[in-house]
C-alpha cells in the first residue's frame, strides 16, 4: 500500500518568508509525529498528534511553528517568518498506535527546506 | 537533546562482513528502534525491541538489548552494498513512548 508521502520535496524561501509543509499518512494511522533533521540537531521530535488533537507539541522550537490536523489525515506544519536556522529537512511519520500501545513508525521521504 | 547515542560514528567494512553497531542510552526505555537511513532522507524501520526482550531477529539483523547496561546492539550479517547507509536508535521512555529520541547515528559503508 501507499507510504507516506510529503509535499513539497524541496523547498527554498527567503528569510522572513511563510512555508507551509504537507504530510498524507498511511490511511488508517490514527499517530502522526512530525520531526526535524539538522546538520547541528540531529534527529529531534517536534510534535504527535492522536486523531486531530495534539496532546504534545514540546519539541515545536518555537512560536513561529505550528501544525494542525484535520480529518485525522492530512497534516501540515506552519513555519512564519522563517529563519536560516529552520533550513533542515523536515520529516513526517505515522503509526497504528491503538490501546495506547508503542509501534513502529512509518516515515515520509521529508521536506528539504533552505531558508535563504 | 538525545537520548541515545551510537558507537562507532562510522564503520567501512567489505561486502559479506558483518557489521556491528552499538547504542547507549541514558533513561529508562519502554522501548527501542532501529532505523536505516539512505541518502540522507526518509528512515526505515528495522526492528523494535521492547524492555521486557533481549534480543531480537529479523532477516540479517540481530539487536540485543541489555536494559541494566542501557545499551543495545544492531548486527548485520553477511553485508551487501545495499545496506550501505546510516543507521540510527531511538529510544521510546516509560513516560511518553510516543516521542522517539534519536541517536546521532552510524554511517555505514559496505565495499564491494
Known amino acids: 500500500g501507499a507510504g507516506v508521502s510529503q509535499s513539497p520535496s524541496n523547498k527554498v524561501t527567503e528569510k522572513g518568508k511563510d512555508v507551509e509543509l504537507r504530510c498524507d499518512p498511511i490511511?488508517?494511522?490514527?499517530?502522526l509525529y512530525w520531526y526535524r533533521q539538522s546538520l547541528g540537531q540531529g534527529l529531534e521530535f517536534l510534535i504527535y498528534?492522536?486523531?486531530?488533537?495534539?496532546?504534545?507539541k514540546s519539541g515545536l522550537p518555537s512560536d513561529r511553528f505550528s501544525a494542525e490536523r484535520t480529518g485525522g489525515s492530512v497534516s501540515t506544519l506552519t513555519i512564519q517568518r522563517t529563519q536560516q536556522e529552520d533550513s533542515a529537512v523536515y520529516l513526517c511519520?505515522?503509526?497504528?498506535?491503538?490501546?495506547?500501545?508503542?509501534?513502529?513508525?512509518?516515515f515520509g521521504p521529508g521536506t528539504r527546506l533552505t531558508v535563504t | 537533546s538525545q537520548q541515545g547515542e551510537e558507537d562507532p560514528q562510522a564503520l567501512s567494512i567489505q561486502e559479506g562482513e558483518n557489521a556491528t553497531m552499538n547504542c547507549s542510552y541514558k533513561?529508562?526505555?519502554?522501548?527501542l528502534q532501529w532505523y536505516r537511513q539512505n541518502s540522507g532522507r526518509g528512515l526505515v524501520h528495522l526492528i523494535l525491541?521492547?524492555?521486557?526482550?533481549r534480543e531480537k531477529h529479523s532477516g540479517r539483523l540481530r539487536v540485543t538489548l541489555d536494559t541494566s547496561k542501557k545499551s543495545s546492539s544492531l548486527l548485520i550479517t553477511a553485508s551487501r552494498a545495499a545496506d550501505t547507509a546510516s543507521y540510527f536508535c531511538?529510544?521510546?521512555?516509560?513516560?511518553?513512548?510516543?516521542?522517539?529520541?534519536f541517536g546521532a547515528g552510524t554511517t555505514v559503508t559496505v565495499r564491494a
Open positions: 511519520a505515522s503509526s497504528w498506535r491503538t490501546g495506547g500501545f508503542t509501534d513502529e513508525q512509518y
Open positions: 490511511s488508517g494511522h490514527t499517530a
Open positions: 498528534f492522536q486523531g486531530n488533537s495534539a496532546p504534545d
Open positions: 533513561t529508562s526505555i519502554n522501548n
Open positions: 525491541i521492547r524492555s521486557n526482550e
Open positions: 531511538a529510544t521510546a521512555l516509560r513516560s511518553n513512548d510516543y516521542k522517539l529520541s
